[in-house]
């Protein structure tokens, strides 16, 4: 028989696991579902990556999260967060994908996974927005020597490189790449870096494009990529360069398609925001709610871990109130 449950929850990243802590308070049969390991996305970070936010910021549970460091890394995440598991021992299944949820004639749903299917009155969607790169869609982007995530800086040492983008993401790969002996070359949409970039990083590639040590092309596109070089539509005219790797560090996206699968209403606009009650979380679908960064849409800079982990509370003592 398909089990049962009072609240099933799809993503086991920072608001997902803080979901199912308000769940456990509130003695709600619940169920975690995540398609990879635990903070699937955090795992997936480059490996020295530095958290904007200070420790405090990125706690849930009321679990104090104690770190060295003014910022803590993707290591220190990995810990605390592995950590909260022990200490709450979720009920979660682990490298699972749900494919299908689907709104019952009985008002309850159906969730449809990889391995299995399971019933719950009510269902959140926590699945964040690192899974879907944004692409460039020029020709040769399908070449293997492109990249859309980074992990380290070792395997571009010494190469001719391509970093497209000037966020917190094409800025640190950027420096780590040059420090490591790389000949680094970035392209800039903008006529500058991002003001999102980490405040003690912006001025330190600032620096190192004055100097000459990254070179820079502003207001800038990549029109092709081939096996040896890179076409850049730069302000002055068409320039090639030679290139062993493209780092396209040009973001990421929800998966929207999902989201319409389940009839959420999005945005008409560019955005394509998604259709929920800001009070409850709740989305146009009774009893479908979201949580997090996916409540931003194409928005990805909307939601983060410390202004998100308050949506737990806000849909779990909806829940429990009806």
């Not at 799809?10 to 769940?23: D, F, K, Q, S, T």
């Not at 979660?92 to 391995?115: A, D, M």
């Not at 391509?162 to 680094?184: F, H, I, M, Q, T």
Request: with cysteine; hydrophobic share 40%.
């Amino acid at each position: 028989m398909t089990e049962q449950y009072d609240l099933i929850i799809v993503g086991g990243g920072p608001i997902g696991l803080a979901c199912a802590i308000e769940a456990q308070k509130k003695n709600l049969r619940y169920l975690i579902i995540e398609k990879g390991a635990i903070v699937n996305s955090i795992f997936n970070y480059p490996l020295y990556m530095t958290f904007f936010s200070t420790a405090e910021r990125l706690e849930i549970g009321d679990i104090p999260f104690n770190c060295l460091a003014p910022k803590p890394g993707r290591q220190e995440a990995l810990e605390y967060y592995r950590n909260i598991h022990r200490y709450f021992n979720f009920n979660i299944n682990l490298f699972e994908l749900v494919t299908e949820v689907q709104k019952l004639e009985n008002k309850r749903f159906k969730i449809t996974t990889n391995k299995s299917s399971y019933d719950a009155k009510n269902v959140i969607i926590a699945t964040g927005f690192y899974d879907i790169p944004i692409t460039m869609n020029i020709k040769g982007e399908q070449l293997p020597k492109v990249r859309h995530y980074y992990k380290e800086a070792h395997e571009y040492a010494f190469r001719n490189i391509l970093v497209v983008g000037a966020n917190n993401s094409s800025v640190d790969a950027a420096l780590e790449c040059w420090r490591k002996g790389a000949n680094v070359t970035m392209v800039i949409r903008k006529n500058e870096i991002n003001n999102r970039v980490k405040y003690w990083v912006k001025p330190d590639i600032e620096n190192r494009i004055a100097e000459g040590s990254i070179k820079a092309y502003f207001e800038s596109n990549i029109t092709e990529i081939s096996e040896d070089k890179v076409e850049i539509e730069t302000p002055n005219g068409k320039v090639t360069i030679e290139n062993d790797f493209v780092l396209a560090l040009t973001g990421y996206k929800p998966d929207l398609t999902f989201l319409e699968k389940m009839g959420i209403q999005l945005s008409q606009d560019e955005l394509k925001t998604p259709k929920y009650n800001p009070e409850t979380m709740e989305t146009n679908v009774e009893g479908l709610f979201l949580a997090g960064v996916v409540c931003g849409g194409m928005h990805t800079h909307k939601w983060f871990i410390e202004n998100s982990r308050v949506h737990a509370n806000m849909i779990v003592d909806f829940i429990t109130s009806k």
